[in-house]
């Protein structure tokens, strides 16, 4: 285990007993104002200790969830629930008469206050990943495109922790020496020597029909004598583990892969959450909303809002609303504009757009020109969260697999939105669109509207 491995784990554990001894404490103060007993003293002596046995007993300490993904904070609030129940069924068993206002204090006050000491913990570890600290040491195998695309993901996300240093490619290398500048070390039986050689703690292996069951095998018994992980990416991509699952048959190990949830009673919660929100936010947000109509109806004269058709779930069309960023005939000048097109697909995308006007540069910046969208969410017309709002002629030069980001609702926000934004190429908009519509989750959708605030106060990739 790597030394910094051991000190965020250090970090959290001791984030964990702040955690209980704080909520134990106001506990004490809030139920017995300062008349405490010898029994509940000693309690909240040890409940810091059990706190730490059930985060441990439920896997919050594993490493494979460090850093990354939404494992770490579901596994605290696993374990708030599992202790929660467990004293409760303990105090109806032993007929014991705990206090009920002491337990409501502690058991949720630990559990919320561990979820955001952890959460400051992983930012700071975001923050060292950022330059180059803390991260884990990769070979990459697989073909050599594939492996291109694994090292740009991962020098764009810093907070996997993850750094390719050496790769070994499926095919061929000839005279190659490097990919996207990183070392080619031979081939896929090369794998033991690159680790050795380039001091990795890790091996990815991609998706490549080079690679069969004996040789990985082989490769994983290799690995096994240095203590060096391995990962394998299977062939079929962008689908995430709550959707799959291993079943043993007949002396083999099948994935079993359940088809994504599109329909049924976690869509109608997510429509209904996506109203509520949406009308919540259109009210608060009113005197904004209302001042910044202002400031674009009386920069040029020009109208407040912009209109435009776009292209909603299963290709149905609407009218999307959002504040003017441009000049008024921005649209009859997009033909002379095209040859200056900055994006590889079928999305037109300026840094420099000379249609944006000084307010409209502010405005997208910071996302402020698709708050008007909010009326779309409530009309049922998008989502809060999905994939980009496509105009109709975009969707007319839509690939057949790329026409499968139609089966949801458009989103104000998106996968792409908080990875990046316009600085995506249009093969990343579209995994990332697709990633999300094959394990779309209410979890997830919260992950990214939390991201999204990020996002814009950073005001990165909006142009």
């Known amino acids: 285990m790597a030394v910094w491995t051991r000190t965020y784990l250090r970090r959290a554990c001791a984030a964990d007993v702040v955690a209980a001894l704080v909520s ?18 000693v309690l909240s002596l040890a409940f810091p200790l059990l706190w730490v046995i059930i985060l441990l007993l439920s896997g919050s300490y594993d490493v494979r969830y460090i850093g990354t993904g939404s494992d770490e ?122 680790v050795e050689r380039s001091g990795a703690d ?33 062939s079929l991509m962008d689908v995430a583990g709550p959707r799959t ?86 649209e009859a000048r997009l033909a002379e504009l095209r040859v200056s097109n900055e994006h590889d697909g079928v999305l037109f995308k300026m840094r420099r757009d000379p249609r944006i006007t000084m307010l409209g540069a502010r405005l997208r910046k910071y996302s402020v020109d698709e708050l008007p969208q909010l009326i779309n969410v409530i009309r049922g017309e998008m989502s809060l969260v999905g994939p980009r709002p496509a105009l109709p002629d975009e969707t007319a030069r839509y690939a057949d697999h790329v026409r499968r980001r139609l089966v949801v609702k458009p989103g104000l926000t998106g996968m792409w939105q908080v990875n990046g934004r316009s600085d995506l190429s249009w093969e990343e908009s579209v995994r990332l669109d697709l990633r999300y519509v094959e394990n779309w989750s209410f979890a997830l959708d919260l992950q990214i509207l939390w991201k999204t605030i990020a996002v814009i106060l950073r005001g990165s990739g909006a142009y």
């Not at 292996?205 to 391995?230: M, S």
Request: glycine residues 6%; positive net charge.
């Open 245 to 330: 699952t291993i079943r043993p048959t007949a002396g083999l190990t099948l994935l079993h892969v359940d088809h994504p949830q599109l329909s049924g009673a976690r869509q109608v919660v997510k429509g209904v959450f996506d109203r509520t929100v949406a009308l919540i936010a259109l009210l608060l947000l009113s005197p904004l909303l209302l001042t910044v109509a202002l400031a674009v109806r009386l920069s040029d004269h020009g109208p407040a809002l912009f209109v435009q058709t776009r292209v909603g779930k299963n290709g149905k069309v609407f009218r999307l609303y959002k504040y003017r960023t441009m000049v008024v005939d921005a």
């Open 24 to 41: 134990s404490t106001l506990a004490l103060q809030v139920r017995f104002h300062g008349h405490i007993t010898h029994e509940y003293e």
């Open 202 to 234: 890790t091996v990815a292996v991609l998706p490549c029909k080079e690679i069969d069951a004996v040789r990985l095998r082989r490769l994983a018994w290799d690995l096994e004598k240095t203590g060096t992980d391995l990962c394998v990416a299977p």
């Open 73 to 194: 904070f579901r596994k605290v609030l696993n374990a708030g629930v599992s202790l929660t129940a467990g004293l409760a069924i303990l105090s109806y068993a032993v007929n014991s008469e705990l206090s009920r206002a002491y337990l409501v204090i502690t058991l949720p006050g630990v559990t919320l206050l561990s979820l955001v000491l952890r959460f400051l913990n992983r930012k700071r570890l975001h923050h060292k990943r950022a330059v180059g600290l803390c991260m884990s040491s990769v070979v990459a195998v697989g073909h050599q495109d594939a492996v291109a695309e694994l090292i740009t993901e991962l020098r764009r996300d810093t907070y996997h922790g993850l750094k390719v240093v050496a790769t070994c490619l499926a095919e061929s290398s000839g005279e190659r020496d490097d990919v996207a500048g990183v070392p080619v070390f031979g081939g896929v039986d090369d794998v033991a020597l690159a």
